[in-house]
């Protein structure tokens, strides 16, 4: 079963203020496990917020 936006909004908001996720399903577990590794190749890779075109 996909998981709902508005689960899915939830999820991506305690991915990014460092919250736990507080569950066992494995399909929100992973798709918190996506949006941290996303947010650790973008500091990574520097590409953090908006570029500046001036």
Avoid: C, W
């Amino acid at each position: 079963m996909a998981l709902a936006s508005h689960r899915k909004q939830k999820i991506y908001l305690a991915a990014t203020m460092g919250y736990g996720l507080g569950s066992d399903d494995p399909e929100e577990v992973a798709f918190y496990n996506k949006i941290r590794e996303e947010m650790r190749e973008d500091k990574k890779n520097r590409n953090m917020g908006i570029v500046r075109e001036d």
